[in-house]
């Protein structure tokens, strides 16, 4: 991430959206590119899932994040209207009925603010998650719910970082939420040199970290924080998807 806040947790989703709503600031500016980044995918995949080809996917993903830069989209956004999750899915869907009958590979001033993302890699994990009967809405949620994974495991890692216990986070982490065990306590409490009780203290203390900044990160998404189990539950439903 970009941008932490003074307790180490990336500033609120909100916040960043409507830094990026500002008009001609740098702060805005790197808000903008990080949100793009942070949801490049969950576009693409849903605009992929929704009968578009490869080419065309590439074509309106770039297009909508260009959009998104250019007209500040992020300007109209309002956190006490619900989830910004809602709110990017809208405006994709609301993008792509403007797009019908445009071609998809035209030319907009602009392009080359926008990160080069491999597009070969997208594609390969779309093709690696896709299931028939899904829809575009369930491939995005999806996709949605395994970044923010993946922001979650980022910032458990960069906090164990500046405590000094990067090798032991490591050496944890296939003990963490989506990761596969491949090793025994016993056999790693060997290898670490302690005892199988010390490792399921340590392990404990990892999976707190990891629940306090997973809803953390989910409180950044919701504009109630009362919504907070709802998204939690609904985003766990989608994993499971």
Aim: one cysteine or more; hydrophobic letters at 40%; charged letters at 30%.
């Amino acid at each position: 991430m970009t941008m932490t806040s003074a307790a180490g947790f990336p500033p609120t989703r909100w916040t960043l959206v409507l830094q990026a709503g500002q008009q001609g600031d740098k702060v805005a500016d790197r808000a903008l590119d990080e949100l793009c980044r942070a949801y490049w995918y969950p576009v693409y995949a849903f605009v992929r899932r929704s009968g578009k080809t490869l080419e065309e996917a590439q074509d309106l993903t770039q297009d909508f994040f260009v959009r998104f830069l250019e007209r500040r989209y992020v300007a109209h956004a309002d956190p006490a209207k619900g989830r910004f999750r809602s709110f990017l899915l809208v405006s994709v869907k609301h993008f792509l009925l403007d797009q019908e009958g445009r071609r998809f590979a035209e030319k907009r001033g602009g392009r080359d603010r926008i990160m080069a993302l491999d597009c070969i890699d997208l594609e390969r994990r779309f093709g690696a998650e896709l299931s028939t009967h899904e829809t575009p809405e369930a491939i995005f949620d999806r996709s949605w719910a395994q970044s923010l994974v993946a922001r979650v495991m980022d910032d458990v890692r960069d906090a164990m970082d500046r405590e000094g216990q990067s090798p032991l986070f490591d050496q944890l982490k296939p003990f963490l939420p989506g990761n596969d065990e491949t090793i025994s306590y016993s056999e790693l409490a060997s290898k670490l040199g302690t005892t199988e009780g010390a490792l399921k203290v340590a392990v404990h203390r990892l999976r707190r970290k990891y629940r306090e900044i997973f809803r953390a990160e989910i409180a950044h998404l919701v504009s109630d924080p009362g919504e907070v189990d709802d998204e939690v539950r609904y985003l766990l439903r989608a994993l499971r998807a």
